[in-house]
Nanobody, 114 residues
Framework: VQLQASGGGLVQAGGSLRLSCAASRSILSINVMGWYRRAPGKQRELVAS???????VYGDSVKGRFTISRDNAKNTVYLQVNNLKPEDTALYYC?????????WGQGTLVTVSS
């Protein structure tokens, strides 16, 4: 599975973006799709994930501000990011977990200015 992330950019604090992760094949059979991020000098962390049945999990720092969703018809997972903070600045990666393997996209950079 190839994953293409897009939608990052430079935004002021309080702003919003919508990140997209397009898969090269149907995501119907993908167990879990998720977004992770790596900020400068920090470890990669889970931002949000969504199962095939629509169950979602969010990192504590983004709860109430970020929303993950999936469009199976478009083989795409979205991450709506609202009320951005400077500490949200990071490279955001999408991930596809098919149990026997994990696939990663190349990342899209989100930079939040104060």
């Amino acid at each position: 599975v190839q994953l293409q992330a897009s939608g990052g950019g430079l935004v002021q604090a309080g702003g919003s973006l919508r990140l997209s992760c397009a898969a090269s094949r149907s995501i119907l059979s993908i167990n879990v799709m998720g977004w992770y991020r790596r900020a400068p000098g920090k470890q990669r962390e889970l931002v949000a994930s969504i199962t095939g049945g629509g169950r979602t999990v969010y990192g504590d720092s983004v709860k109430g501000r970020f929303t993950i969703s999936r469009d199976n018809a478009k083989n795409t997972v979205y991450l709506q990011v609202n009320n951005l903070k400077p500490e949200d600045t990071a490279l955001y990666y999408c991930n596809a977990d098919i149990i026997i393997a994990n696939y990663w996209g190349q990342g899209t950079l989100v930079t939040v200015s104060s």
